[in-house]
C-alpha cells in the first residue's frame, strides 16, 4: 500500500482523491485475494513491480522525480578533503575550549587525509612552536606550509624567531634562503621583501657579515623603491618598514657605511630624511656620508639647510666645521660660527662650539672670556661639561678641580663633568696634581673649595685607576684624614682602617678601628670584632688577634662565623684541642651545612689526624653524596688524606671516581694531573689534563704550578720556568691580601727546575724562600727537612739533592 503523497501541490489534493481512493482500494483487494504459498528461494524471488503511478501525474510538468546523479561524481580524493576540513573545523573549536593537545590530534588526522594543506601545516606549527612546546614537529609543518606558500610571512617570522631564541643563526639563515630559492614565490612578493629583511638583520647582527647584509639590504631597498612591481599593501610597508620607516632606513645606512658604500647608504639616507623631515640625527649622518663619498659641496649644502633651523646640539656645528676643512675652506669656520652665535645667541650649545674654536686656534682668551661668561649667564651643565674639557686639553689642574667641583653641587653637574673626571683620574699625573692641590685648599682655615671636593678627589684618589697605586693610596689616607676632622664618624674611621689595610698597615688599621669603637661604643659588634681580629692576625699580632676573636664570640655566642674564625685561629696557633670542640658545635646547630664540616676536616687533616678526618669525610659523602659541588670537594679532599699517608692509589681512586662523574671540571682535572706528575706516570695525559683545567681558569696559580711540575716531569725543564714563576707571583698577591696561607710548595718547585738549568743562586734564593714558608707553617711543613737537606747541599759535596715529591696539603 502506498501513503499519501505529500509533495503534491496543496490546491491539487482534492482533484486527485478520486483517483488516489481507487488505486488504494484496488491494491488493497488484489493483496487480500493473494493465496498464501510458501516463500520462495532467494534465487528465484522475483522483485516486485513497482506501483504505477502515472496517473497522478496527468498535466504537464508533473513528471515523476528522477533519482539525483551529481554532475561531477565526487571522488575518493575529495571525500578526503571534505572530512580533513571537517576535522581542521573540529580542532579550531577545541582549541578555543584550551583543548590544545586534542586540537592537535585532530590536525594530525586531517593532514594524513589532506597533507597538501597549507591552512592544516600552518596550524599544526603554530601549535606544536607554542602552546605545546614541540619545537621539532613546529619546524617540520612550518617547513612543509613554506615549501607550498613561501609567501607566508606569518610562519616565515614564527620559525625564524623560534631559531634567533635557540641562537641557532645558522638554521635561520638557510631557512630564509631556502624560502627566497622557492620558485613558487613570486618575484616581488612581499615574502621575498621579509625575507630579505630578515637575512639583512641576520648578516648585520648575530652573524657579522657586513658585505653579505649590505647585498640583502640593497635587494630589499630596490624592490621598495620599484612601486610599480611589488603590489605592497600598506600593511605589507608597515611589516617591512616598521611604524619608524625613517629609522629603518637609516639601519639600512649604517651597514651600507659599515660595508663601506657610500652610494647605497646616501640613498638609504635620503629615503629615511624623507619620513621624518624634521629629523636631527639623519641629515647629520647623511652630510657627513656626501663627505665621505667625495660629495662636499652637497654635504656643506645640507649642513647649511639645517642650521638655518638653529638645532640646539653641537653637532651640526662640528659637522661644519669638518666639511670646511675637508673643503680647504678652513678661514670661514670662526667667521660663520661667530655670524651663527651672534643670530642664536641663545644657542648655549653653539656658543660652547665657537669657544672651543677659539680655543683651538690659539684665543685662549677669547675661549675663557665666553666659558666664564657661559657660566655667569647660563650656568647650566652643558657649559660645565665645555669648559671641564677645555681645562682638560690644558692641564689646568687647579681650575679644572674648582670648575669640577662646583658642577657637582648643581643638579645633573656630576653626570655632566663625569667624562672629565674619570679621563683626569686616570691620568696619573694630574690626578695627583689636582690631589695635592685639592689637600691643600681643604687644609686652608676656612678651606677654599665646597664639601663636594671630598666626592670629587675620593673618586680621583681611586687606587685601582691608573698606575701609581701605593702614590694615591697616600693621598687617599690624607684626604679621609681631613674628612674624619671636619665631620667625624664611624664610617669614615672604617673607610681609614680599609685603606690602610690596603697599604699592607694592619697594625695602624687595628689602632683605628679599635679607636672607632672606642669612640663609639654601639659599633662595637662581633663583626668589627672579626674584622679587628684579621687585622691583629696580619699584623702578627696571634695573641691580640685571638683575644679580640674570644670578644667577638662572648658578644655574640650563638654567630658561627664568629666561632669558626674563633676556631680558624686556634688552629692557626696549633690550639686544635680548642678549636674542635668549637667547630664540632657549630656543625650541630648548622645542620645540613657543609661548609663548618670541611673547615673541620681540613684541621683534622693539616695536623695529621687522617683517621678521623677520614671518617668526617665518607660520613659526608653518605650524607651529601648527590650534591655535586660537595662530592667533588670530599673526593678531593680524601685523596690528599690519603696521598699524606704514602698512598698514592687511594688517592687516585678518589679522583677518578670523581673524574667520571665531573669529567670537565677544572679542579678535578688538575689535582688528578699532578697526582699523576707525581709519581712520573701518565705524563702527557697529566700535562692535558692540568691544560684543560688552566684554559677554564689562566690565573689559578695551583694550576699553574702543576703545569711547571709536569713539564719537569716530562724533561721541559726551560718550559717549566715561566709558569712556575707566575704561579708564585699570583701567589705572593694572594697572600699580601691574606686571602692565603705561605706555601713552601711553589719556590720549591721552581727552585728544582734552577738546579737542573744550573742555576744555582736562583735555586738557593728559592729553596731559603721555600723553607722560611715551610718554617712558619702550623704545624712545620713535613718538607721542611727536605728542604734544608737541599740547602745544606749546595755547598758540600754531598749528591744532588731530590727534587720535591709532594705537594703539601
Known amino acids: ?57 496527468n498535466l504537464p510538468g508533473d513528471d515523476p522525480p528522477k533519482p539525483f546523479v551529481p554532475k561531477n561524481p565526487q571522488t575518493v580524493e575529495d571525500r578526503k578533503r571534505t572530512e580533513s576540513i571537517r576535522l581542521f573545523t573540529t580542532a579550531r573549536a577545541l582549541e578555543d575550549r584550551r583543548s590544545f593537545t586534542e586540537a592537535a590530534k585532530v590536525l594530525e588526522e ?93 648578516y648585520s647582527g648575530p652573524l657579522s657579515q657586513v658585505d653579505k647584509a649590505a647585498d640583502a639590504y640593497a635587494l630589499l631597498m630596490a624592490e621598495l623603491d620599484d612601486k610599480a612591481a611589488n603590489r605592497l599593501s600598506p600593511s605589507d610597508v608597515q611589516r617591512i618598514l616598521g611604524n619608524e620607516p625613517a629609522k629603518t632606513y637609516v639601519d639600512f645606512g649604517v651597514v651600507f657605511l659599515a660595508a663601506k658604500r657610500e652610494d647605497l647608504a646616501i640613498k638609504a639616507l635620503e629615503r629615511g630624511l624623507v619620513y621624518d623631515e624634521e629629523s636631527s640625527q639623519i641629515p647629520l649622518l647623511l652630510a657627513d656620508t656626501l663627505l665621505k663619498a667625495n660629495k662636499g659641496p652637497q654635504a656643506l649644502a645640507l649642513v647649511d639647510r639645517y642650521i638655518k633651523r638653529q638645532p640646539q646640539g653641537v653637532e651640526a656645528y662640528e659637522l661644519l666645521s669638518k666639511v670646511l676643512k675637508e673643503l680647504k675652506q678652513e678661514d670661514q669656520i670662526t667667521p660663520r660660527l661667530e655670524a651663527a652665535a651672534k643670530s642664536d645667541s641663545k644657542n648655549v650649545p653653539l656658543q660652547y662650539v665657537l669657544a672651543d674654536r677659539y680655543r683651538e686656534t690659539g684665543q685662549v682668551d677669547k675661549a675663557e672670556e665666553l666659558y666664564k661668561s657661559l657660566l655667569a649667564t647660563q650656568p647650566t651643565p652643558e657649559t660645565y661639561r665645555a ?6 686639553k690644558r692641564r689646568k689642574a687647579g681650575d679644572l678641580l674648582r670648575v669640577i667641583c662646583e658642577a657637582v653641587g648643581r643638579p645633573r653637574g656630576l653626570e655632566a663633568v663625569m667624562p672629565q673626571l ?84 694592619y697594625g695602624e688599621a687595628a689602632a683605628t678601628l679599635e679607636l672607632m669603637m672606642e669612640k663609639y661604643p654601639t659599633e662595637k659588634n662581633p663583626r668589627y670584632l672579626s674584622v679587628l681580629s684579621s687585622f691583629y692576625r696580619r699584623a702578627d699580632k696571634a695573641e691580640k688577634a685571638l683575644e679580640t676573636a674570644r670578644k667577638a664570640v662572648a658578644l655574640e655566642p650563638n654567630d658561627s662565623e664568629s666561632q669558626s674564625q674563633l676556631a680558624d685561629l686556634l688552629g692557626d696557633l696549633g690550639k686544635l684541642d680548642e678549636a674542635v670542640p668549637i667547630l664540632e658545635k657549630i656543625i650541630k646547630n648548622e645542620t645540613g651545612n657543609p661548609m663548618y664540616e670541611f673547615r673541620l676536616g681540613g684541621l683534622l687533616t693539616k695536623f695529621g689526624r687522617n683517621e678521623q678526618a677520614v671518617k668526617l669525610f665518607q660520613d659526608m659523602l653518605t650524607r651529601y653524596g648527590s650534591k655535586d659541588d660537595v662530592a667533588k670537594l670530599i673526593h678531593s679532599s680524601l685523596s690528599v688524606i690519603y696521598v699524606n699517608q704514602g698512598d698514592y692509589a687511594k688517592g687516585e681512586a678518589e679522583l677518578e671516581t670523581a673524574l667520571q662523574r665531573f669529567p670537565e671540571d677544572a679542579g678535578v682535572n688538575n689535582d688528578l694531573g699532578y697526582l699523576y706528575a707525581e709519581q712520573g706516570k701518565n705524563l702527557e695525559k697529566a700535562e692535558n689534563m692540568i691544560r684543560k683545567a688552566l684554559k677554564e681558569d689562566p690565573e689559578n696559580y695551583a694550576y699553574l704550578d702543576s703545569l711547571g711540575w709536569v713539564l719537569f716531569k716530562r724533561g721541559k725543564i726551560k718550559d717549566a720556568v715561566e709558569p712556575l714563576e707566575k704561579a708564585i707571583e699570583l701567589h705572593k698577591q694572594m697572600e699580601k691580601r691574606g ?16 738546579l737542573q738549568l744550573q742555576d744555582m743562586e736562583k735555586a738557593k734564593s728559592l729553596w731559603q724562600e721555600a723553607e722560611k714558608a715551610a718554617a712558619k707553617s702550623v704545624p712545620p711543613d713535613k718538607r721542611l727537612a727536605e728542604i734544608r737537606k737541599k740547602l745544606g747541599s749546595l755547598g758540600a759535596l754531598d749528591p744532588a739533592p731530590k727534587a720535591s715529591t709532594r705537594r703539601t696539603p
Not at 483487494?29 to 497522478?56: F, G, H, L, M, R
Not at 616565515?156 to 631556502?178: G, I, M, N, P, S
Not at 686571602?739 to 734552577?754: K, N, W
Open 422 to 505: 674619570q679621563a683626569a683620574a686616570s691620568d696619573d699625573s694630574l690626578s695627583e696634581e689636582m690631589l695635592d692641590e685639592g689637600l691643600k685648599q681643604l687644609s686652608a682655615k676656612p678651606p677654599s673649595l665646597p664639601q663636594a671636593a671630598f666626592t670629587v678627589l675620593s673618586i680621583i684618589a681611586n687606587p685601582d685607576r691608573g698606575s701609581r697605586k701605593e702614590s694615591r693610596l697616600e693621598r687617599l689616607l690624607k684626604l679621609q684624614r681631613l674628612m674624619l676632622d671636619q665631620t667625624p664618624n664611624p664610617k669614615i674611621y672604617l673607610e681609614i682602617a680599609d685603606t690602610q689595610q690596603r697599604m699592607d698597615q
Open 739 to 754: 686571602i692565603v696561607p705561605p706555601d713552601a710548595t711553589l719556590p720549591e718547585h721552581l727552585g728544582d727546575v734552577y
Open 387 to 392: 669648559l671641564a674639557a677645555s681645562l682638560l
Open 110 to 202: 586531517a593532514f594524513k587525509l589532506d597533507p597538501e594543506s597549507v591552512a592544516i601545516a600552518r596550524r599544526l606549527s603554530r601549535l606544536y612552536v607554542g602552546t605545546l612546546g614541540r619545537p621539532d614537529d613546529a619546524v617540520k609543518y612550518g617547513k612543509i606550509a613554506l615549501a607550498a606558500e613561501p609567501s607566508d610571512t606569518d610562519t616565515l617570522e614564527r620559525l625564524f624567531e623560534f631559531y634567533t631564541q635557540k641562537k641557532d643563526y645558522v638554521a635561520c639563515e638557510a631557512l630564509l634562503k631556502e624560502v627566497l630559492a622557492n620558485p613558487k614565490l613570486e618575484p616581488h612578493a612581499p615574502g621575498r621583501l621579509v625575507a630579505q629583511l630578515e637575512l639583512g638583520r641576520l
Open 1 to 57: 500500500m502506498v501513503g499519501p503523497i505529500r509533495w503534491f501541490r496543496a490546491f491539487r489534493i482534492s482533484t486527485m482523491l478520486p483517483a488516489i481512493t481507487l488505486f488504494t482500494l484496488t491494491t488493497g483487494a488484489a493483496i487480500a485475494q493473494e493465496p498464501s504459498a510458501p516463500k520462495p528461494d532467494a534465487a528465484a524471488e522475483q522483485p516486485k513491480p513497482k506501483p504505477d503511478v502515472s496517473a497522478v501525474f
